[in-house]
């Protein structure tokens, strides 16, 4: 089989054995933990196939990371509780179409956004030039400034949420004093260092739909307005509604 058709073969397979979790399980949540491990899977996937570069491996490790300290932070943030809100709601409106509408919309969807997302790595493990170059290592210090982003805010918000009395308020401190959702703006970043690292003057308008398609997922299908939803009815939201719409001030 060709490089391209094992990845695609293998990431199905992957995907359907999340789904068949899913359904021991009775939770549609597990996707969230599919998500990362899968980014890594893919990629070493691709390595095996490939010759080993400095910069595949370097996208590796840079996508390891993200995966591994995402997993943990989801594995943490779900442990002894119930299914995430997201996908109770959609249990409820699918109704007795749950199972097939999981497994396309959840399980397949998400493998293809996988795929596609993870083009910029794919690619680059097959392209001739493996040396980096000068924005390769900008794409390091990108990915970098992200993962401070998402990994800070992610905690500051464990920490703000582990007192309960914070429920039913939104943190306005630390990094979310600057942005509504710090977490999601170093998230796209990471995915455009990673973009940035993956360039070598080959395959570059196919490879940008990489950090296109997750930045668009985020701001504007199950990102940003998933959340923005669930806190409308909060009352502190009335006050800052107008601020924070996205990620800084600046961008309202």
């Avoid at 493996?130 to 464990?158: M, P, R």
């Avoid at 668009?216 to 719409?245: T, Y």
């Amino acid at each position: 089989m060709s490089y391209m058709s094992v990845l695609i073969i293998s990431l199905f397979l992957y995907m359907n054995a999340w789904f068949m979790l899913s359904l021991y399980l009775k939770r549609n949540d597990v996707a969230d933990i599919a998500w990362g491990i899968g980014f890594i899977f893919l990629s070493l996937l691709s390595l095996a196939q490939t010759t080993v570069s400095i910069r595949g491996l370097v996208l590796c490790i840079l996508v390891s990371i993200w995966g591994i300290r995402l997993t943990g932070h989801i594995l943490l943030r779900n442990r002894n509780k119930s299914e995430d809100f997201r996908y109770k709601n959609w249990r409820t409106d699918w109704g007795k179409w749950v199972f097939i509408r999981s497994y396309i919309q959840v399980y397949l969807l998400q493998g293809a956004f996988m795929f596609i997302i993870a083009l910029p790595i794919l690619l680059s493990n097959i392209s001739a030039q493996t040396a980096l170059s000068f924005v390769n290592i900008i794409g390091i210090v990108v990915w970098g400034i992200g993962f401070f982003f998402e990994s800070t805010a992610d905690n500051q918000l464990k920490v703000f949420r582990q007192n309960v009395k914070n429920k039913g308020k939104i943190l306005q401190t630390g990094l979310w004093k600057y942005s509504r959702h710090p977490n999601y703006f170093g998230e796209v970043t990471q995915w455009w260092g990673i973009w940035l690292v993956s360039l070598n003057g080959q395959y570059l308008v196919l490879s940008l739909l990489g950090p296109l398609t997750i930045t668009f997922l985020i701001l504007f299908v199950s990102g940003v307005p998933l959340l923005e939803k669930n806190i409308q009815n909060a009352q502190i939201f009335r006050s800052i509604k107008q601020k924070r719409v996205y990620f800084f001030h600046f961008l309202r």
